[in-house]
């Protein structure tokens, strides 16, 4: 629909500066008003059958009833307005509907501000601030608490059959425990699979204040429930009582030892002037073309390192049993493993939500902030890189359980 230039001359009408249009009691807010009253009108006439000022139907009782005030918050302001009644209160509109009192998507604002790591308090001051609302606290967390049904949706939904590779990681957050009242580190667990297709896909998280093989069990049981039936290879960080779990759920599965964390809790006990030399070092162990050579050069690194970093190599020894899986794959599944590219961009994403918030009041405060950073993090729907050539080799060396 094109606006005549007369309606736009007859609008425009003592306008003469930007406020007189844009300001507090602007044109632009009460042609939105008035818009919205002759929508609401509009919408009785239909459900009366017969319009304004004219007569109703023969015999029909339910006729006009005058109106009642509402005032609405939205990124205008508070715009009062008049919605029509009905005498036997039937009448229900679909714009502004019975109860409402936002608009503009101002749900969608104070999520977005959540998401964006803000307390609650932080959004009131910025809602007052920037579009004069005042706003209670209650109504914030009513709002960002729908949030958790979106969860609870995302959490229970069907996953694929078959993931060539799921990383299991963890991140530590502070949140307030309900009976102590004392703020404990508590871990984020999320697991990140990659589908057949090579596209990042977050599975599902998990918050717990301890972890161990019951703890596991029970998440394995639930990625069960929800389809998953096979697992390739799954990449963990020492996670405590993981092995046995994955392997009671899926006895397939290949367990492999995240070699970016190994490395960086090597690193954790050099001196900043040997990490270089040492990560090099480090290099020649996972770069190895085979396990019996890999081992090789554990021993090597040990020879040279072990008067001075003593725990680095058995570190590196008690988890060989999850390393040495890595040596069987092909130089592009490697990549895709030891890089972790995806799941590092997760936790980068995760971490600049979580950090200015010093603890959290509930899990389910921490469980909003976290799914509305996952949810951004798969909005931006990039695939593993260089995941054709990997393909190819999980096609060779899983055959039917790949192509299930």
């Given at each position: 629909m094109t606006i005549s230039k007369e309606i736009?001359?007859?609008?425009?009408q003592g306008v003469e500066r930007p406020e007189d249009l844009l300001g507090d009691a602007r044109l632009m807010k009460e042609l939105k008003v008035k818009l919205m009253e002759r929508m609401l009108g509009a919408e009785l006439t239909a459900h009366l059958g017969y319009e304004e000022g004219k007569d109703a139907p023969a015999r029909q009782t339910n006729r006009r009833n005058g109106t009642s005030g509402k005032v609405l918050k939205g990124q205008d302001g508070e715009m009062p307005i008049a919605v029509p009644r009905d005498r036997d209160g039937s009448f229900e509109p679909e714009l502004v509907k019975k109860g409402q009192t936002?608009?503009?998507?101002?749900?969608?604002?104070?999520?977005?501000?959540?998401?964006?790591?803000?307390?609650?308090?932080?959004?009131?001051?910025h809602l007052e601030e920037v579009y004069g609302l005042k706003v209670s606290p209650d109504l914030i967390s009513r709002v960002t608490d729908a949030v958790l049904d979106e969860v609870r949706e995302w959490q229970s939904r069907a996953l694929d059959r078959m993931y060539p590779i799921v990383i299991f990681d963890a991140l530590r957050v502070k949140i307030r425990d309900a009976d102590s009242r004392t703020v404990k580190n508590k871990a984020v667990y999320v697991a990140l699979g990659v589908t057949r297709d090579g596209s990042r896909?977050?599975?599902?998280?998990?918050?717990?204040?301890?972890?161990?093989?019951?703890?596991?069990?029970?998440?394995?049981?639930?990625?069960?429930?929800?389809?998953?039936?096979?697992?390739?290879?799954?990449?963990?960080?020492?996670?405590?009582?993981?092995p046995d779990a994955i392997?009671?759920?899926?006895?397939?599965?290949?367990?492999?030892?995240?070699?970016?964390?190994?490395?960086?809790?090597?690193?954790?006990?050099?001196?900043w002037k040997d990490r270089k030399a040492v990560a090099a070092d480090l290099r020649?162990?996972?770069?190895?073309?085979?396990?019996?050579?890999?081992?090789?050069?554990?021993?090597?690194?040990?020879?040279?390192?072990?008067?001075?970093?003593?725990?680095?190599?058995?570190a590196w020894r008690r988890a060989w049993a999850e390393v040495v899986p890595f040596f069987a794959f092909d130089p592009a599944i490697r990549?895709?493993?030891?890089?972790?590219?995806?799941?590092?961009?997760?936790?980068?994403?995760?971490?600049?939500?979580?950090?200015?918030?010093?603890?959290?009041?509930?899990?389910?405060?921490?469980?909003?902030?976290?799914?509305?950073?996952?949810?951004?993090?798969?909005?931006?729907?990039?695939?593993?890189?260089?995941?054709?050539?990997?393909?190819?080799?999980?096609?060779?060396?899983?055959?039917?359980?790949?192509?299930?």
């Open positions: 736009l001359d007859e609008l425009l936002r608009i503009d998507g101002m749900d969608d604002k104070i999520v977005g501000l959540y998401a964006a790591g803000l307390s609650v308090r932080d959004i009131r001051a896909e977050v599975l599902g998280l998990w918050i717990a204040e301890n972890e161990g093989a019951k703890f596991w069990l029970s998440v394995m049981n639930e990625l069960r429930n929800r389809g998953l039936q096979d697992v390739l290879i799954a990449v963990v960080d020492g996670l405590k009582g993981f392997t009671a759920a899926f006895p397939e599965a290949m367990v492999q030892t995240c070699i970016v964390h190994l490395v960086r809790h090597s690193l954790n006990f050099c001196s020649q162990i996972y770069s190895a073309p085979t396990a019996d050579m890999a081992e090789a050069e554990l021993d090597t690194f040990e020879g040279k390192w072990a008067g001075k970093y003593a725990s680095i190599a058995p990549k895709i493993i030891y890089t972790t590219n995806a799941i590092e961009s997760l936790n980068r994403v995760i971490r600049k939500s979580t950090k200015t918030r010093g603890s959290f009041p509930t899990d389910d405060a921490a469980t909003k902030l976290i799914y509305l950073a996952i949810r951004n993090f798969e909005k931006d729907g990039r695939n593993v890189r260089e995941w054709f050539a990997a393909r190819n080799q999980f096609a060779i060396m899983f055959g039917e359980r790949f192509d299930a």
